[in-house]
């Protein structure tokens, strides 16, 4: 913050001034002030120090940056050539810029000031206790590890600044006086100085002190002297002490640069004269993996058994250390064959998707020729083991110098403030609840062990020797520390197996509090990131604020530490911690809690039904809003709450705890979670999540998770680096984003990634359109844009690379969305088309989408097949067993990428859509809670247009390269996640990994869970007349689950795919704004619970901006209709749908094209999508005006409609707190108005 003696922002700091307050928050609080002139300051999101001063006028936000000069001295930001007015206080500046014609696009009127609700000036961490002291940092010996967090709060005087100031308002004047006494020395300046250094000499004592044990050792004379000083220390003082300090530091500075050259001569003296002694500590090899046996049965056709006569059973045995595999069948007599192959000879494993159990082996068996036998395992865990160890078995002796997948053990612990027992071996072997691994392959040690604890009162170095000491017993191996960080009793241990010990680098640690008014460290977090190689991982352990009712203060602890946590490249400043890193691991007491009576989670508990509680958890719920943990990924949690047993047992729950305050109740709950987000099109999959059941010292039990990571190496091009005529090129033909801002600035994209030199940046957007104030539509051109070059141009290279973007204002330089795309599938001849999300500081922000391709020379087109792709999931599998649903996480990145040829893609894999803030919709033209509010709003004319006609071919791809998700990149699918077949229908809920047995999550390919681009324009206009058709059913607005609506692809819609697109208002102006909007396709049914991106029930909120926002958070239900007062009935809504020709239109991805489905779904409706308004669609004005008016409370109309309550339907969702900020503060009538809401519910 800008400031030298004087605070910037002056005595106090004024309610305008609101702090680290979002550019988006900002513009929300401006939209609703409302009035031209409305203003407020906060802290700039691009500069350290500056301020950011955001003006309304003409309902734009304008943006001044505010800098601080070399002076401190404050001044907005002018045009070159315009002297700046420079001021010392931001209120000196404010108070110029309230007068008239000052240069800002209008005089400052209004100022918007803080307003805080009373859970955000809640600053406590959920706990009624006194939280504990901080450990004390000696208590327990030095560690060998450096493990003090880097100071996070603001730093302490040590009080020369004081004693200087004193020193100048009061003796300076006597040293002076002195001086032209013809006094030769300043005995005042010299006492001030020996008092400001008295600590200093407390410190280099320690110092000299600790070295003269050293010295003796390596260095007598040295260690004479060094005694001498430290007696004499003691004896001096006054005027000599200050020269002695000096002779003390001279001393330090010579025996530190020094003793370790000394040290070394001693040793190496040493080593001569005595025989070496093999060292304790050598690492050891990991002992032998034993040859493991898999009962298994062929699996043939009866047909074919009838005609062999032979048995099915056959015995697979797998010898890691030999690399091979023996195939024994069991013939009649007791007698066997056996067929043996080598590593080599095993050219592919191929799950099923529909028999967990099953498993297809491709053998080679002469030049050029490959056999397929299929097996069936006694359980998908074993079939999960036996491709373990197959895998491990392949990399044992793989050719490759460098891995291609490494497996990483994530553990969490709240440990309750005791010590843990001996045995922990469980934790560490994933053996418990939950996902567990097969006996066959628990104990083959993990390359990285990761812990993060919380309340862990043991001493760091203790701590992590045991760590160590227990995976040595476990594993024969001596694991290696990278880094301990702690933050109070919140610790993070990263160890690594001895062989991977140099393939580690970069390694950062931060922390953050987040405790009593942000400054106590009890909360918090502490992170730990490194490089592997080429790829790059983060690791957060956090202990977030407890309490069943602190929701939104746990939020905003994740938010705090998201933007805080100081981990990774330095370069990508711009971007927070959940797009630095290739794979991000986020675990700890979370603290989030079920909110459900205490009785129904016992019941649920007891007869082992967890989906249930699993609807109610508050980390569920707050995820589905968008509000944490944007598109990161959790595993299928098969395990009973871990928290809050009684200690001592694993039996019960203990649900009430006395506190200072009176009785406080802790429902059971899944506090301690694992979470992970990953790039784009890398591999990663989650083989175990559980919690143990026999460590039992605290009232939480250990969470265990393992994954298998897919990483690149520190690739070096055998053609070395690449001539002119060799290098390829990442080149633009355009991007359009659409960006949550009321602002009219100009933009421009700044380009990150490990394959540039340095980061580039675009030309200013060169088209801007928006029909909606809140929000803003800019795209380049390719002239705008740059071609970017890497620095090496081969395939395998590129292949693994990935760019980040980020879009930023030119009036601020401030970043109004991030996002990440893969160059794996950019690459070809073609150009590719590209849409995905931007987020910023943890919240959706808009998105992108564009045409780019990444060229690369033909003499650089040599790859190789990585270990991870070896294994595939069977793309001639279709689905999973009737009347089974099953639960499969969902990918935390998208990118949708499709050649401009592709129309069709046959193979393609179909996830939920989890675009959730329906202004992107909106202005895409995407079906969505607001944009499609009902299905039936589609005008007849236009839709008669599109499906005369005739649809495109089926399955055309781009030359050269197979589309998207052809049956090699399905291939290429590799742990164990089905590929949906084109014939399967329904939700992507309802396949996945059967049971939950098999591997949960493979190559993040980019699934298509994307807002698709708009139809052609003027495809699907509305005018004000035809927005809503006539006819009984469209007396209802339908509200579809947004994620279960299929979405064409881009190519199917438009050549031009970022034309810009025409908005229709409804009649009324109600807020939703529907463009182009292709028809709904919408499931019937109501969806089953899923984790992340869908919607969840929450209040309501005022304005335009805030209701397309709170619209993006409201649970909507499929399998019902509106019935008289916009009030839903159950089971009707089906046969509406069919009525309009959608309710078969959830088809699995890709659907066909715009004008295909258009034709085959609707042609016998048209007539019921024709007309003029509906009756019953009154304008906002009649509607809430006329039920007011009914009432006669009509007064309160204008508070309704200013605070976004336009519409009846809106209106039953509406609670007490919401009516009393729309203006209804007496009781009587706030009685009225929800009595008559709820009568109009049960008709």
């Not at 700046?84 to 404010?94: N, V």
Request: hydrophobic share 35%.
């Amino acid at each position: 913050m800008a400031g030298g003696g004087v605070s910037p922002l002056g005595a106090a700091p004024p309610l305008w001034y609101h702090r680290d307050l979002s550019r988006a928050a900002a513009e929300e609080l401006l939209a609703r002030a409302g009035r031209d002139g409305s203003f407020l300051v906060r802290d700039s999101e691009s500069v350290n120090g500056a301020y950011a001063l955001c003006v309304l006028f003409q309902k734009h936000v304008h943006t001044y940056r505010i800098l601080p000069d070399e002076e401190n001295f404050l001044a907005v930001q002018t045009s070159q050539g315009v002297q700046p007015k420079r001021f010392k206080t931001l209120p000196e500046l404010i108070q110029l810029y309230l007068q008239p014609s000052q240069g800002l696009v209008t005089t400052l009127l209004l100022p918007v000031e803080r307003e805080e609700s009373a859970e955000e000036r809640d600053y406590s961490d959920g706990e009624d206790d006194k939280p504990p002291l901080p450990p004390r940092s000696g208590s327990c010996g030095s560690s060998l590890l450096s493990t003090e967090a880097p100071s996070e709060s603001a730093p302490v005087g040590n009080g020369l600044s004081t004693i200087s100031h004193e020193y100048l308002k009061g003796s300076y004047a006597l040293d002076l006086e002195a001086v032209k006494q013809g006094a030769s020395s300043l005995p005042h300046l010299n006492k001030t100085l020996v008092s400001s250094c008295k600590r200093l000499h407390g410190e280099v004592d320690k110092v000299l002190s600790g070295l003269e044990i050293l010295s003796k050792v390596f260095d007598q004379q040295s260690a004479s002297m060094l005694s001498r000083m430290i007696q004499q220390s003691v004896s001096q003082g006054g005027d000599q002490e200050l020269e002695h300090l000096v002779t003390k530091l001279s001393i330090l500075k010579d025996l530190l640069s020094s003793i370790e050259r000394k040290a070394l001569k001693a040793l190496q003296d040493m080593s001569v004269a005595v025989p070496s002694i093999p060292s304790q500590l050598s690492p050891r090899h990991s002992k032998a993996i034993p040859v493991q046996a898999f009962e298994v049965k062929l699996d043939v056709y009866l047909a074919d058994l009838t005609k062999i006569g032979k048995s099915q059973k056959h015995t697979l045995s797998v010898d890691v250390e030999g690399g091979k595999l023996v195939v024994m069948k069991k013939m009649k007599d007791s007698q066997e064959d056996w067929a043996t192959f080598t590593h080599d000879k095993i050219r592919q494993l191929i799950k099923s998707q529909r028999m967990p159990s099953k498993l297809g082996i491709v053998f080679e068996k002469e030049k050029d020729r490959s056999q397929r036998k299929d097996f069936i395992f006694a359980s998908a865990k074993k079939r999960e083991a036996f491709c373990q160890l197959l895998q491990l078995m392949k990399n044992k002796h793989s050719n490759q110098d460098e891995p291609d997948m490494i497996s990483v053990f994530i553990g969490t612990w709240n440990m309750g403030s005791v010590p843990s027992p001996k045995a922990i071996g469980s934790w560490l072997l994933s053996r418990g609840l939950g996902k567990t691994l097969d006996e066959m392959t628990v104990t083959i040690p993990h390359d990285i062990y990761v812990f993060g604890t919380q309340e862990n009162s043991v001493c760091d170095k203790e701590w992590v020797e045991n760590l160590r000491a227990a995976l040595r017993d476990y594993t024969e191996l001596d694991y290696k520390p990278v880094a301990v960080q702690t933050l109070w009793n919140i610790k993070i241990v990263v160890l690594v197996k001895p062989e991977h010990e140099n393939r580690i680098s970069h390694v950062g640690m931060s922390s953050v509090k987040t405790g009593i008014a942000n400054t106590l460290g009890n909360k918090g977090a502490v992170g730990v990131s490194f490089m592997f190689n080429g790829t790059s991982f983060g690791f957060v352990n956090c202990h977030l604020t407890s309490g069943n009712e602190k929701i939104h203060r746990r939020n905003q602890n994740y938010l705090d530490i998201l933007r805080q946590l100081s981990l990774g490249d330095k370069q990508l400043s711009s971007f927070d911690i959940s797009l630095r890193f290739t794979h991000l691991f986020w675990f700890g007491d979370l603290n989030y809690r079920l909110d459900m009576d205490i009785q129904e989670i016992l019941n649920y508990i007891n007869r082992k039904e967890f989906e249930p509680l699993l609807k109610v958890d508050q980390l569920n719920l707050e995820r589905e809003k968008n509000k944490v943990f944007l598109r990161f990924a959790e595993e299928e949690m098969t395990y009973p709450p871990t928290y809050r047993y009684e200690r001592g047992s694993r039996d019960t729950y203990v649900w009430q705890k006395q506190k200072a305050t009176g009785m406080r109740t802790n429902v059971p709950s899944w506090c301690d979670r694992i979470l992970w987000k990953s790039y784009p099109e890398t591999h990663i999959v989650c083989n175990s999540y559980g919690c143990t059941d026999d460590v039992v010292t605290s009232d939480h039990s250990p969470v265990f998770a393992t994954f298998e990571v897919g990483v690149t190496s520190q690739f070096v091009s055998k053609k070395g680096l690449p001539k002119t005529s060799e290098q390829a090129y990442i080149e633009f033909e355009s991007i359009e984003a659409i960006v949550k801002t009321a602002s009219r600035t100009k933009f421009f994209i700044e380009f990150y990634s490990t394959c540039l030199e340095e980061f580039k940046k675009s030309y200013e957007n060169d088209s801007q359109s928006s029909d909606n104030i809140n929000f803003l539509r800019v795209g380049w051109s390719s002239k705008q844009l740059t071609t970017l070059k890497p620095i090496l141009s081969d395939i395998e290279y590129l292949q693994d690379q990935h760019l980040l973007l980020t879009v930023k204002s030119l009036d601020g330089y401030e970043s109004y969305g991030e996002c990440v795309l893969a160059l794996k599938s950019m690459i070809g001849s073609t150009a590719q088309q590209f849409h995905t999300y931007l987020s910023h500081r943890g919240e959706e922000t808009g998105n992108i989408r564009g045409s780019m391709r990444v060229r690369v020379p033909s003499e650089r087109m040599g790859t190789r097949e990585r270990l991870y792709e070896w294994i595939s999931v069977d793309k001639d599998e279709t689905g999973v067993p009737k009347g089974k649903t099953i639960h499969t996480h969902r990918h935390p990145f998208y990118t949708d990428v499709k050649s401009k040829q592709d129309t069709n893609d046959p193979d393609a894999t179909t996830s939920k859509n989890s675009f959730n803030n329906p202004a992107y919709y909106i202005l895409e033209g995407v079906p969505n809670q607001s944009a499609a509010l009902a299905a039936d709003l589609l005008p007849g004319s236009a839709l008669s247009s599109v499906a005369g006609k005739p649809a495109p071919p089926v399955g055309g791809v781009g030359k050269g390269k197979p589309p998207s998700g052809s049956s090699i990149q399905a291939r290429r699918q590799t742990g164990g996640r089905p590929v949906r077949p084109i014939s399967e229908e329904g939700s992507s809920e309802d396949d996945g990994n059967p049971g939950g047995h098999g591997s949960s999550s493979t190559l993040n390919r980019p699934p298509p869970d994307f807002p698709p681009p708009p139809l052609p324009k003027g495809a699907l206009e509305m005018s004000e007349a035809s927005f809503f058709p006539p006819g009984k059913e469209s007396r209802s607005r339908l509200h579809p689950d947004l994620a279960d609506i299929k979405i064409p692809p881009l190519s199917a819609v438009t050549s031009k795919p970022l034309s810009s697109p025409s908005f229709a208002q409804p009649q009324g102006g109600g807020g939703a704004f529907c463009l182009e909007a292709p028809p709904p396709m919408l499931n019937p049914g109501p969806s089953p619970f899923r984790r992340g991106g869908a919607s969840g029930v929450d209040d309501q909120s005022c304005s335009v901006l805030h209701l397309a926002k709170k619209l993006s958070e409201t649970e909507y239900t499929g399998a019902q209709e509106y019935g008289p007062g916009g009030v839903l009935s159950k089971g009707a809504a089906t046969s509406h749908l069919r009525g309009l020709g959608l309710a078969d239109a959830c088809r699995t991805y890709p659907p066909r094209s715009i004008k295909e489905s258009i034709a085959e779904d609707l042609p016998a409706e048209q007539g019921a999508w024709q007309g003029g308004s509906s009756s019953s669609s009154l304008s906002v004005e009649t509607s809430v005006g006329d039920w007011l008016q009914r009432l006669g409370l009509e007064r309160y109309e204008a508070g309704l409609l200013r605070n976004g309550w336009d519409d009846l339907e809106f209106l039953s969702d509406i609670t007490e707190e919401d009516l009393e900020e729309a203006g209804v503060s007496d009781p009587a009538h706030k009685k009225i108005l929800l009595a008559c809401l709820r009568q109009q519910q049960q008709k």
